[in-house]
């Protein structure tokens, strides 16, 4: 009799644990539907937030934040956005904010329009966009440094920020 409760009861255990197994495996495919989304914050300027932003480090997508970089490693982006209206000139602004310390990133592509994937410039109001720079973050940044990376992308034709986001970093040297 003792036996046959401790069986039953691990029994229970084991089909707790097969339960949990299962809801764990919703949370990956809720993770994968929202396709590897990295985790963005608006602006202060008063601009277009992109619908899916992805941020990999390395071959390493960002899911939560701050996202990781070490030292070295490409970064790469994929910027889904609707263009707003009409565009025919994009220049990319990059800016890391150290504190209250703030300082251009280079794109090595000034031209934004020359890293759209999915489509030509000009863009017609209403085109789905999908922009994917990549750069380097300067090396000599101290180990275990948090930042945040503000994109923009200027329409050259107003001067006006077509979209706008930040995302927070933690900078590793190893
Ligand atoms: C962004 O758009 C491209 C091209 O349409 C698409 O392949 C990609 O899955 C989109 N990314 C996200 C995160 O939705
Ligand atoms: C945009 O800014 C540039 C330089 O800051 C200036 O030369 C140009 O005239 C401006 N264009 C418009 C449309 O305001």
Same mark, same amino acid.
């Given at each position: ?16 644990? =097969?339960?949990?197994?299962?809801? &764990?495996?919703? @949370?990956? /495919? +809720? ?68 504190? =209250?310390?703030?300082?251009?990133? &280079?794109?090595? @592509?000034? /031209? +934004? ?62």
């Amino acid at each position: 009799m003792k036996t046959l409760v401790l069986l039953t009861a691990l029994f229970a255990c084991a089909s707790a644990g =097969i339960i949990k197994t299962v809801l &764990d495996l919703d @949370e990956v /495919n +809720a993770v994968s539907n929202q396709r590897l989304l990295a985790p963005v914050e608006k602006c202060e300027q008063d601009c277009l937030t992109p619908a899916e932003v992805q941020f990999y480090s390395g071959n390493r997508p960002c899911r939560e934040s701050p996202c990781e970089i070490y030292t070295g490693e490409k970064i790469n982006m994929i910027v889904n956005f609707t263009a707003p209206n009409y565009l025919e000139n994009l220049e990319p602004k990059l800016d890391m904010h150290i504190s =209250i310390l703030s300082f251009p990133v &280079d794109i090595g @592509e000034p /031209n +934004a329009c020359h890293q759209i994937t999915n489509t030509m410039c000009p863009l017609v109001k209403d085109e789905p966009v999908s922009y994917k720079p990549e750069f380097y973050l300067p090396s000599l940044i101290p180990d275990k440094t948090v930042a945040s990376l503000q994109l923009s992308l200027l329409d050259k034709d107003t001067n006006k920020s077509v979209f706008c986001f930040s995302i927070d970093v933690q900078l590793l040297s190893n």
